[in-house]
């Protein structure tokens, strides 16, 4: 019923930056969030960001506080994630992630809360 399509993914050096884009079609998201989860090689699905659709209110994972950027563009329904600083140990799988009637804090709380998921897109930071 949702469709996230996820681009921007690629090899970057670090202390540089990518973005990373999710385009939602299908059912609505206006009073949702949309945000990112990640998998590092060999570790678990883990939260990075989210944003409650229509109060525009961000959560972020401590890990990437101050160098992530999550936004939203409501013409576009397209949520992004501005990725500056990278490190090294932000290379891993990275999933757009959308929760129903969810706020940015439910998403963070659990993934069990993610309604629906985009394909993952690999980002590869290199030393």
């Known amino acids: 019923q949702v469709l996230l399509v996820v681009s921007g993914g690629g090899l970057v050096q670090a202390g540089g930056s990518l973005r990373l884009s999710c385009a939602a079609s299908?059912?609505?998201?206006?009073?949702?969030?949309m945000g990112w989860f990640r998998q590092p090689p060999g570790k678990e699905r883990e939260f990075v960001a989210a944003?409650?659709?229509?109060?525009?209110?961000?959560y972020y994972a401590d890990s990437v506080k101050g160098r992530f950027t999550i936004s939203r563009d409501n013409a576009k329904n397209t949520v992004y994630l501005q990725m500056n600083s990278l490190k090294p140990e932000d290379t891993a799988v990275y999933y757009c992630a959308a929760d129903y009637l969810g706020t940015d804090r439910s998403m963070a709380s659990r993934i069990a809360a993610v309604d629906y998921w985009g394909k993952g897109t690999l980002v590869t930071v290199s030393s």
């Open positions: 299908g059912r609505s998201l206006s009073n949702s969030a």
């Open positions: 944003i409650s659709w229509r109060s525009s209110k961000t």
